[in-house]
C-alpha cells in the first residue's frame, strides 16, 4: 500500500505541475474533483521505519556501489518535508549516528558503513513543480534527473544543465556541484540554484528548517553559497531546491530557466586498440586535450560541442568517444565534422561503430554515423543505456581531476603503460575525459562554494566489476595509475598551471591517506581550493556539533 500511495502522489504532482498548479487543476477538473485531487496529493504514506525484520531492508542499505552495504538499526523513509525534521530530531536526541540517501549514487562509504544506526531516506521525497511564490523551479531532493528533465521540458520547454545518469537524484548532484553536456553552453547545475530548503542542528541539540537563498540581502546567503557545490552531507539535511536563472524576471515560468537545444546530433566513434601504438594513443589523448583547452572561452562559438573520450583498458577491445552538438546553431554539422577531423589528425586509425561495452555505456553502434534527434530523446538515451546504473552487481572504484591545459609528455606515457599492461585483464576498468569550461568558467571561483572554473575538461578513473574476488586487482590498479600520472606532484592533481584539484561528486577516500597523497595539498584543498576555510565557518554556524559528517565532509574550524 505504501509504495501505491507513493506512486499515485508523484504522478499527481508531474500532473499539476503540468496543468500549472492548484489553481489550474480547478479549472481543468472542477472544485470537487481538484479538491479530491489536492486531497490525495497531501496524503502520503507518512514516516516508515523499516529494520532488519523487514523484506525490503536489503534493497535500503546499499547504493549503486555494492561493496558498501550497511546494516544500520533503521531506514527511515520520508514523502513529505514536514517529516524531515522529526526523524533528525529524534536522532540527535537518542545520541544516534545518521546519514543521508537521496538517489543513492554516492560512490563512496560516506552514507553506508559500520557507523551509521540510522538511514534516513529521500528517495520518496521526489516532487518536481513550479512555485509561484518564489517565482522558481522546485526540486526536492530525491527527484530522479531524469524525472527533472521531462518535468521541465515537457511542460515548460525549459531546463536545468544537469548531469547524464538518468536516476542520480538532486540531493548529492546539486551540493557537489553538478555536471552534464550542457555545461559548456549554460554553465553547471548550480549556477540557477536561487534557494535551498535545509534542516539543521543547532549547538543546543535542537533542529530548525532553514531556507536559504542568493539575495544578497538574505542572513542565510552563506548557506546557499556553501549548497552550490559545497559537497553533501556537510551541513544539514537539504529537503529541496529552487531554480531560476540570475537576473530572471517576470512571473511566466517558461521564461525562468534556459532552453536547451531543440535538437542535437549525437555521434559514438571507436579506435581499436589492436591498432594503436603508444604514438597513436598519444596523439589521440593529447588531440583532444589541446581542442578544449583551444575552444573553452565563455561565449565561444565551439561550446555548442559536448564530448567525452573513454579510454578503456585494452583488454576491452575499443577506446570510444561519444559527442553531442546543439543542432540549431548555425554550422552545427560542420563544427561536429570539423571536431572529429581534429581529433582524429595524425592518429591514421580507421575508426569505426561502438560495438563493445566502454566505461559505463553500453554498445552505441546505430551512431557511427552521426544522429539527429530532439534533445530530450538523446538525454534519455544517454541516461538510461548506462549499465552502471542498471547492473545491480557492480562493484566500483573512481578517482578524478580537472585540466587546466594539455598533458605533459610523462602523463601521456603513464596513461599508456596502465591502460595496456598485460599482467591483468580488466575490461571494467577506463578513464574518461570529459569536456568542460565555456560558460562554467565565466563564473568567478568565490562566487559559489564549487571553485573549479578554470578547468577545460576533467578526468575520471572508473572501475566497474561483478565479483569481490576481483576488487584487489581493480582497486590496485586505479591507485597505480593516477599515482604515476601524478607522480611529479605527489600522487594527486594538486592545483597548478596543468591539474586543478578533483571532483568531489566522484568522491575518493585515497586522498586522506597519506600513504597514496604525498603531496602537501590536503584533501579538501583539492575539492574545494581557496573556498575550504570559509565553508569551515559555514559550517560553524549551521553544524556546531558536527552531527552530519563522513570521512569527508568540511571539518569544524
Known amino acids: 500500500m505504501h509504495s501505491k500511495n507513493g506512486i499515485a502522489r508523484r504522478r499527481f504532482f508531474t500532473t499539476a505541475a503540468a496543468l500549472g498548479g492548484t489553481a489550474a487543476l480547478g479549472s481543468a477538473l472542477g472544485p470537487e474533483a481538484a479538491a479530491a485531487a489536492g486531497e490525495a496529493a497531501t496524503t502520503g504514506f507518512g514516516p516508515v521505519t523499516v529494520t532488519s525484520a523487514d523484506a525490503q531492508y536489503g534493497e535500503l542499505v546499499h547504493g549503486v556501489n555494492r561493496r558498501y552495504v550497511g546494516s544500520p538499526e533503521a531506514v527511515h523513509l520520508v514523502d513529505?518535508?514536514?517529516?524531515?525534521?522529526?526523524?533528525?530530531?529524534?536522532a540527535v536526541t537518542a545520541g544516534k549516528r545518521l546519514t543521508v540517501r537521496s538517489g543513492g549514487h554516492c560512490l563512496e562509504d560516506f552514507v553506508f558503513n559500520p557507523e551509521v544506526q540510522v538511514v534516513l531516506d529521500l528517495s520518496q521525497l521526489n516532487r518536481v513543480y513550479y512555485d509561484a511564490g518564489r517565482r522558481a523551479f522546485a526540486v526536492e531532493t530525491g527527484a530522479q534527473l531524469l524525472d527533472v528533465y521531462n518535468l521541465l521540458y515537457q511542460?515548460?520547454?525549459?531546463?536545468?544543465?544537469?548531469?547524464?545518469?538518468?536516476?542520480?537524484?538532486?540531493?548529492?548532484?546539486?551540493?557537489?556541484?553538478?555536471?552534464?553536456?550542457?555545461?559548456?553552453?549554460?554553465?553547471?547545475?548550480?549556477?540557477?540554484?536561487?534557494?535551498?530548503?535545509?534542516?539543521?542542528?543547532?549547538?543546543?541539540?535542537?533542529?530548525?528548517?532553514?531556507?536559504?537563498?542568493?539575495?544578497?540581502?538574505?542572513?542565510?546567503?552563506?548557506?546557499?553559497?556553501?549548497?552550490?557545490?559545497?559537497?553533501?552531507?556537510n551541513f544539514g539535511v537539504v529537503t529541496r531546491y529552487w531554480f531560476r536563472t540570475p537576473g530572471a524576471t517576470g512571473t511566466d515560468p517558461k521564461k525562468l530557466l534556459p532552453k536547451p537545444p531543440r535538437e542535437?546530433?549525437?555521434?559514438a566513434l571507436s579506435w581499436p586498440w589492436e591498432s594503436m601504438t603508444e604514438e597513436r594513443f598519444s596523439r589521440l589523448v593529447q588531440n583532444y586535450a589541446r581542442w578544449f583547452t583551444a575552444h573553452s572561452?565563455?561565449?565561444?562559438?565551439?561550446?555548442?560541442?559536448?564530448?567525452?573520450?573513454?579510454?578503456?583498458?585494452?583488454?576491452s577491445g575499443q577506446i570510444a568517444m561519444v559527442t553531442q552538438v546543439d543542432a540549431t546553431v548555425p554550422g552545427a554539422r560542420r563544427l561536429l565534422d570539423d571536431y572529429l577531423a581534429a581529433i582524429g589528425e595524425g592518429v591514421d586509425v580507421r575508426t569505426g561503430a561502438v560495438t563493445r561495452q566502454f566505461g559505463e555505456f553500453g554498445p552505441m553502434a546505430e551512431y557511427a554515423e552521426p544522429r539527429r534527434l530532439p534533445w530530450l530523446e538523446a538525454t534519455r538515451y544517454l541516461g538510461t543505456t548506462n549499465t552502471n546504473l542498471t547492473d545491480?552487481?557492480?562493484?566500483?572504484?573512481?578517482?578524478?581531476?580537472?585540466?587546466?591545459a594539455a598533458f605533459p609528455a610523462r602523463q601521456l606515457a603513464a596513461l599508456y603503460k596502465h591502460l595496456t599492461r598485460t599482467d591483468v585483464t580488466l575490461p571494467g576498468a577506463s578513464i574518461t575525459l570529459s569536456s568542460y569550461g565555456g560558460e562554467v568558467n565565466r563564473v568567478a571561483p568565490e562566487a559559489t562554494g564549487y571553485p573549479h572554473r578554470e578547468s577545460f575538461f576533467k578526468m575520471m578513473w572508473m572501475s566497474l566489476w561483478n565479483d569481490e574476488a576481483e576488487d584487489s586487482a581493480y582497486i590496485a590498479w586505479n591507485r597505480e595509475c593516477y599515482a604515476e600520472v601524478y607522480a611529479d606532484t605527489g600522487g594527486v592533481p594538486v592545483p597548478n598551471g596543468v591539474t586543478d584539484g578533483c571532483y568531489v561528486n566522484y568522491p575518493d577516500n585515497d586522498l586522506n591517506d597519506p600513504k597514496y597523497n604525498t603531496s602537501s595539498t590536503p584533501w579538501h584543498a583539492l575539492y574545494y581550493k581557496d573556498n575550504y576555510p570559509r565553508l569551515q565557518r559555514v559550517k560553524k554556524k549551521y553544524d556546531p556539533k558536527d552531527f552530519f559528517r563522513h570521512a569527508q565532509s568540511v571539518r569544524l574550524p
Open 297 to 315: 572561452a565563455p561565449g565561444a562559438p565551439e561550446l555548442a560541442l559536448a564530448s567525452f573520450l573513454v579510454l578503456t583498458h585494452r583488454s
Open 155 to 233: 511542460v515548460y520547454g525549459v531546463t536545468v544543465p544537469g548531469g547524464i545518469c538518468y536516476s542520480v537524484a538532486a540531493g548529492g548532484h546539486v551540493s557537489g556541484g553538478g555536471w552534464g553536456l550542457l555545461c559548456r553552453q549554460l554553465g553547471l547545475i548550480i549556477d540557477y540554484l536561487y534557494a535551498v530548503e535545509v534542516v539543521v542542528v543547532g549547538a543546543d541539540g535542537k533542529v530548525r528548517t532553514v531556507v536559504a537563498t542568493s539575495d544578497k540581502d538574505d542572513p542565510n546567503r552563506e548557506l546557499w553559497w556553501a549548497h552550490a557545490g559545497g559537497g553533501g552531507g
Open 80 to 90: 513529505e518535508v514536514s517529516q524531515v525534521a522529526g526523524v533528525v530530531q529524534a
Open 392 to 404: 545491480p552487481t557492480f562493484r566500483q572504484e573512481y578517482k578524478s581531476s580537472y585540466m587546466r
Open 264 to 267: 542535437v546530433y549525437l555521434s
